[in-house]
Each structure stands twice: as C-alpha cells, then as structure tokens.
Nanobody, 124 residues
Framework: QVQLVESGGGLVQAGGSLRLSCTAS????????MGWFRQAPGKAREFVAA????????KYVDSVKGRFTISRDNAKNTVYLQMNSLKPEDTAVYYC?????????????????WGQGTQVTVSS
C-alpha cells in the first residue's frame, strides 16, 4: 500500500511555469513506476508523463513534449512534474499515480495507486 499526496497546483498565466510535487508514504517508493495524469472538465483522464523506478526512462504525451519534465528523488520519496510554457489547454486536475508494472505504462489501468489530485489553471 502507498499513499500519494500532490501539491504545487495553482493559477498561472499562459507562458508561465509550475512545478508539481507528489510525495509518497508507505511501501518503498523506489519499487514503483510513477506517472502523472490529468483530467479536464468533461474529459477522460489522460496520460501526461511517467518515469521508471530509477529515473533512467521517461515517457510523455506528445502535447507536452519539450515543455514538461518528469523527475524523481527516491531519497525524498517524491516525483516532480516541471511544467513550462503553460497553455490554457493544460488546465486540468493533475493526478500522481504509482504502478507495480515492470515497464513504464501510459494507461490508467496499469496504475495501482492514485493521489487526490491538484488543480492547475492556466489563464489566457
């Protein structure tokens, strides 16, 4: 069992930056692949980024490549999502998730634990 708590969301103007953090408690953080997802009103939850257990492999949805960076600090039990050049279409609730998978999955069904989410709003 692992508990995930996100922080760092807020209101930012288009072109601005935010850094989301997700801190885990419970079982060994480094045993999980970590991912970020987002859900806008009226839309399905979508994959944003994911990182392998030791941080040597990452994946991104095409719409955030070159703007978002996922990283992790296993000593601090924390995964980060640095978001730059934000756009109004990035507005959503952002969720942190942990996966027992041996690879880096991009679908929600492969993630076992979820945080409560943090709101990101980008104004135009």
């Amino acid at each position: 069992q692992v508990q995930l708590v996100e922080s760092g969301g807020g209101l930012v103007q288009a072109g601005g930056s935010l850094r989301l953090s997700c801190t885990a408690s419970g079982r060994a953080f480094s045993s999980y692949v970590m991912g970020w997802f987002r859900q806008a009103p009226g839309k399905a939850r979508e994959f944003v980024a994911a990182i392998s257990r030791i941080g040597d492999s990452t994946k991104y949805v095409d719409s955030v490549k070159g703007r978002f960076t996922i990283s992790r600090d296993n000593a601090k039990n924390t995964v980060y999502l640095q978001m730059n050049s934000l756009k109004p279409e990035d507005t959503a609730v952002y969720y942190c998730a942990a996966s027992n998978s041996y690879y880096v999955p991009v679908i929600t069904g492969r993630y076992n634990y979820w945080g409560q989410g943090t709101q990101v709003t980008v104004s135009s």
